[in-house]
């Protein structure tokens, strides 16, 4: 029986260091996941200030998307009023140029 009991007290000492090792280990993984909850709160109240900073704003870009839109419907008026005045002025050549030809024809 002698035998036995060194290597009861070996399994011993190993099983305390086991336990040992798995206490450090959760150790670290308690401070590993304390840093985490750390980065992750100042995260959210870099998200907090960052949203609290763009609602002041969000009508300016409600107003300047407004503008916009009231904008483009000035552009599309303001081409169809170019192509009319490019479509009188092509009438008012055509005219002109009847005019003189009947002048022409008059001397």
């Known amino acids: 029986m002698s035998t036995a009991e060194p ?5 011993n000492e190993e099983s305390k260091a086991n336990i040992r090792y798995k206490i ?4 670290f993984n308690i ?11 100042e995260s959210s109240e870099l998200f907090k200030n960052s949203f609290k ?7 300016l870009v409600e107003s300047t998307s407004d ?3 009231k904008i483009e419907i000035i552009s599309t008026q303001l081409n169809y009023q ?6 009188d002025l ?6 002109n140029f009847q005019i003189d030809s009947i002048k022409h024809k008059n001397v």
């Open 24 to 27: 450090a280990q959760n150790l």
């Open 53 to 59: 900073n763009f609602i002041p704003n969000e009508s």
């Open 7 to 11: 290597h009861i007290k070996f399994s």
């Open 67 to 69: 503008k916009l839109k």
């Open 31 to 41: 401070i590993e996941l304390t840093k985490s909850t750390i980065k992750s709160s």
């Open 90 to 95: 092509n009438l008012l050549k055509e005219v």
């Open 82 to 87: 170019v192509e009319s005045i490019r479509s």
